[in-house]
């Protein structure tokens, strides 16, 4: 994602990342089964992207949401919707295109994830815009987080990008 000059706010960010990833994922399915080293290498820009998004929601976006929604069960649902996808994100991570199982658990993150962003689109952004919350100062913060996670000292820690784990960040 190109961060530089975006100005967007906070679901505006994100609901570009949800495509972003959807496309990854299209991608991903027009391969052959002969493309291994594409299908390895998008597999890990999926992962990346994922861990990424995750991070912001659960890092700053979730917080913000349970304070302002007063909704600790959308917020407690979503954790639990991240926790799944952290796990098949592991699992990916493992694997090689060559393994049985691997385009079929990108499938079920596929499905997964697909559910997660409608969800957050059709019944949790909604309720944010008609908040009180600032979602430009909060999208400022996302994408400053965005930037160190991507480039900074605090990059993506090796053993998130090795596990698939961002509950110890």
Not at 17 to 43: C, M, N, P, W, Y
Not at 119 to 143: C, H, I, N, Q, Y
Request: net charge negative; proline share 3%.
């Amino acid at each position: 994602m190109d961060i530089e000059g975006m100005q967007d706010d906070a679901i505006d960010i994100l609901i570009i990342e949800h495509e972003e990833v959807t496309a990854l994922f299209e991608q991903f399915r027009g391969l052959s089964v002969r493309s291994k080293d594409s299908k390895k290498r998008i597999s890990e820009d999926i992962c990346d992207a994922l861990t990424i998004h995750a991070l912001l929601e659960q890092e700053i976006l979730y917080p913000a949401v349970r304070t302002a929604l007063k909704d600790a069960d959308l917020v407690a649902e979503a954790i639990v919707e991240h926790a799944s996808a952290r796990e098949l994100i592991g699992h990916i991570r493992q694997m090689e295109p060559e393994n049985e199982l691997f385009d079929a658990t990108i499938k079920v993150l596929w499905d997964q994830v697909t559910r997660h962003a409608r969800e957050e689109e059709e019944k949790m952004f909604p309720r944010l815009r008609k908040s009180k919350l600032d979602l430009v100062a909060l999208g400022a913060r996302m994408l400053e987080y965005r930037r160190v996670l991507e480039t900074g000292p605090g990059r993506i820690p090796a053993h998130v990008r090795a596990a698939g784990d961002t509950s110890s960040t």
